[in-house]
């Protein structure tokens, strides 16, 4: 099994940028497709990004696409999700995801099966 601890979370200004970790532990990581999904109050939760697990791989949702970057560092067992010019609507519980799958295709939660307990991102305007 995998577990998932997230760091990165806070206030930040319109515009600004923010970056967040997620550390993997476990028997595996290296092939385990990584996601990022977010929560805001009253809302579904709602796909952001996901990477293969070799970071060959990745797929942004439309509303984050160029201003958000998932990266992985595998010797670090860590995945990582940096935004820039950051919106209001951004503002969300942002959860890090792991999938038995080497590649994951589908942008449902439900095709994740590890998830960390989330860290809350504030944008202010």
């Known amino acids: 099994q995998v577990q998932l601890v997230e760091s990165g979370g806070g206030l930040v200004q319109a515009g600004g940028s923010l970056r967040l970790s997620c550390i993997a532990s476990?028997?595996?990581?290296?092939?385990?497709?990584m996601a990022w999904f977010r929560q805001a109050p009253g809302k579904e939760r709602e796909f952001v990004a996901t990477i293969s697990g070799s970071g060959g791989t990745t797929f942004y949702t439309d509303s984050v696409k160029g201003r958000f970057t998932i990266a992985r560092d595998n010797a670090k067992n860590t995945v990582y999700l940096q935004g820039i010019s950051l919106k209001p609507e951004d503002t969300a519980v942002y959860y890090c995801?792991?999938?038995?799958?080497?590649?994951?295709?589908?942008?449902?939660?439900?095709?994740?099966?590890?998830w960390g307990q989330g860290t809350q991102v504030t944008v202010s305007s």
């Open positions: 995801a792991a999938s038995w799958r080497a590649i994951v295709s589908s942008t449902r939660a439900s095709a994740y099966d590890y």
């Open positions: 476990g028997r595996t990581f290296s092939n385990n497709a």
